[in-house]
């Protein structure tokens, strides 16, 4: 097989060159591959899970220590994070989850500013 590069004939079956070292087969990339599989139903688990908790564990800190309402912005990434999906399904979910966390965080400044 002939380098696209160099030009030096490599015996076949070698995936790079000997003498440069550059590829010699190109790769052949569809639209899936660049992106890591997940399960969705973990994914979206996890998702209400960390909303619950961030959203609303925060209200609740605020409520018994009045001063920690702060915890449920850092919630947000994770549904963000979904909401970059193909998967309709996750997408649907995560904007459910941005508002969970959304009204726990709106009760938390409720309570912190009564």
């Given amino acids: 097989m002939k380098c696209p590069i160099c030009g030096c004939e490599n015996p076949e079956g070698y995936k790079f060159c000997h003498d440069c070292g550059n590829p010699l087969i190109t790769p052949n990339f569809d639209e899936t591959d ?7 139903k973990k994914l979206i688990i996890i998702g209400y899970i960390i909303a619950i908790l961030f959203g609303w564990g925060s209200f609740i800190l605020s409520f018994l220590f009045g001063s920690y309402g702060f915890i449920g912005f850092i919630g ?18 995560a904007y459910i989850q941005l508002a969970i966390m959304l009204i726990g965080i709106i009760m938390t400044f409720l309570v912190l500013f009564r």
């Avoid at 660049?34 to 969705?40: G, L, T, V």
């Avoid at 970059?84 to 979910?93: A, F, G, P, Q, Y």
């Fill in 34 to 40: 660049s992106y890591p599989s997940f399960d969705s």
């Fill in 76 to 93: 947000l990434f994770f549904p963000g994070f979904m909401l970059n999906s193909k998967d309709s399904n996750l997408r649907k979910h």
